[in-house]
T-cell receptor, first 115, second 112 residues
Framework: EAQVTQNPRYLITVTGKKLTVTCSQN?????MSWYRQDPGLGLRQIYY???????DKGDVPEGYKVSRKEKRNFPLILESPSPNQTSLYFC??????????????FGPGTRLTVL | DAKTTQPNSMESNEEEPVHLPCNHS???????IHWYRQLPSQGPEYVIH???SNVNNRMASLAIAEDRKSSTLILHRATLRDAAVYYC?????????????FGTGTRLQVTL
C-alpha cells in the first residue's frame, strides 16, 4: 500500500532533550516536506526537500533540522525542544512529475508535547 | 501568497449535495486551485484541483468562476464520512512541487 509513515505517533518529552521524528514514504517521491499544525494557525511548512541531499527552509524552520540521505526518508530533528514546539506534525511527499505531481500525500501525524 | 476566504463551518444532511465556497479575489494567472480535506485525527488528503475549467473526479467536482475569483467544491451526496475540514489552497504553477499554504478551512458537519 502506498503510504507515508511517521514515528512515533505520540511523544511527550522534556525541554532540551533531543528527539527525532521519522518519516518514510514508499512511493519513490522526490519531494518531501514537514508541516506543523497549531489551533487557529492552520498547517505551516517547516522544511522541505526536492530530492536527496537537497533541503530548504519553509516558513517556520527555527528550532528544527532535517536531513535527506535517502530518497524514502526525511527525519525531523529537534536538537533542543522547547514548549513552543508542542504541536501536531505532518510529513508529506509528492512526485515532481507524472500524473499525480499535483497531489501531496500526508502521513498520519505525530503529536508532540514538550514539557 | 494569494489569500483564500472560506466560511468557518457548514452543515449538511446525509445524502444531500454540499457546495463549499471559496473566494480568491487576488488569484494570479498561474495559481492553481487545490482542495484538500482533513478527517478527524488524520492528515490532510488531496481532493481535487483545477486551473480554469470545471473538474470532476471520483471524490468531488470543482466549479471555477469565469473570472477565477471564486470556486466551489461540490460533494454530490454527502455521507457521514465526509465530515472534515475542507481547505481551499492556491498553489503556484504546475510541473514542480511547491508548498501548500493552508488557511483555517471550512468545517463540514454531516448529520443523519
Amino acid at each position: 500500500e502506498a503510504q507515508v509513515t511517521q514515528n512515533p505517533r505520540y511523544l511527550i518529552t522534556v525541554t532540551g532533550k533531543k528527539l527525532t521524528v521519522t518519516c518514510s514514504q514508499n512511493m519513490n517521491h522526490e519531494y518531501m516536506s514537514w508541516y506543523r499544525q497549531d489551533p487557529g494557525l492552520g498547517l505551516r511548512q517547516i522544511y522541505y526537500s526536492m530530492n536527496v541531499e537537497v533541503t530548504d527552509k519553509g516558513d517556520v524552520p527555527e528550532g528544527y533540522k532535517v536531513s535527506r540521505k535517502e530518497k524514502r526518508n526525511f527525519p525531523l530533528i529537534l536538537e533542543s525542544p522547547s514548549p513552543n514546539q508542542t504541536s501536531l506534525y505532518f510529513c508529506a511527499s509528492s512526485p515532481l512529475q507524472g500524473s499525480s505531481y499535483n497531489e501531496q500525500f500526508f502521513g498520519p501525524g505525530t503529536r508532540l508535547t514538550v514539557l | 501568497d494569494a489569500k483564500t476566504t472560506q466560511p468557518n463551518s457548514m452543515e449538511s444532511n446525509e445524502e444531500e449535495p454540499v457546495h463549499l465556497p471559496c473566494n480568491h479575489s487576488t488569484i494570479s494567472g498561474t495559481d492553481y486551485i487545490h482542495w484538500y480535506r482533513q478527517l478527524p485525527s488524520q492528515g490532510p488528503e488531496y481532493v481535487i484541483h483545477g486551473l480554469t475549467s470545471n473538474v470532476n473526479n471520483r471524490m468531488a467536482s470543482l466549479a471555477i468562476a469565469e473570472d477565477r475569483k471564486s470556486s466551489t467544491l461540490i460533494l454530490h451526496r454527502a455521507t457521514l464520512r465526509d465530515a472534515a475540514v475542507y481547505y481551499c489552497i492556491l498553489r503556484l504553477g504546475a510541473g514542480t512541487a511547491s508548498k501548500l499554504t493552508f488557511g483555517t478551512g471550512t468545517r463540514l458537519q454531516v448529520t443523519l
